[in-house]
Nanobody
């Protein structure tokens, strides 16, 4: 069982930056594949970025070059550095963990993650 707690959300102006953190409980964090998802009002939850247990990363096209996902296994924490934020990045951001490999269509990836945090609000003003 893994418990995830996100932090670091807030209100920022367009062009600004935020760093989200996802603190995980348990002793096997290093073996989990981690992901960040977001859900804007009235929209479905969407994949944002992922980092595998061997630190391979993958991003949705809309955040490539602006967001960076990373992990610190010694601290049981995953991060999402968000730069050049846009109003369309406004959403609740969720951290997720998967024990197994995350494969197949990206649209199905949310089903691959067993553990989820409670979410943190990110609001980008124009």
């Amino acid at each position: 069982q893994v418990q995830l707690v996100e932090s670091g959300g807030g209100l920022v102006q367009a062009g600004g930056s935020l760093r989200l953190s996802c603190a995980a409980s348990g002793r096997t964090f290093s073996s989990y594949n981690m992901g960040w998802f977001r859900q804007a009002p009235g929209k479905e939850r969407e994949f944002v970025a992922s980092i595998s247990w061997i630190s391979s990363t993958y991003y949705v096209d809309s955040v490539k070059g602006r967001f960076t996902i990373s992990r610190d296994n010694a601290k049981n924490t995953a991060y999402l550095q968000m730069n050049s934020l846009k109003p369309e990045d406004t959403a609740v951001y969720y951290c997720a963990a998967a024990r197994g490999p995350v494969r197949g269509p990206v649209s199905d990836w949310s089903d691959k993650y067993e553990y989820w945090g409670q979410g943190t609000q990110v609001t980008v003003s124009s």
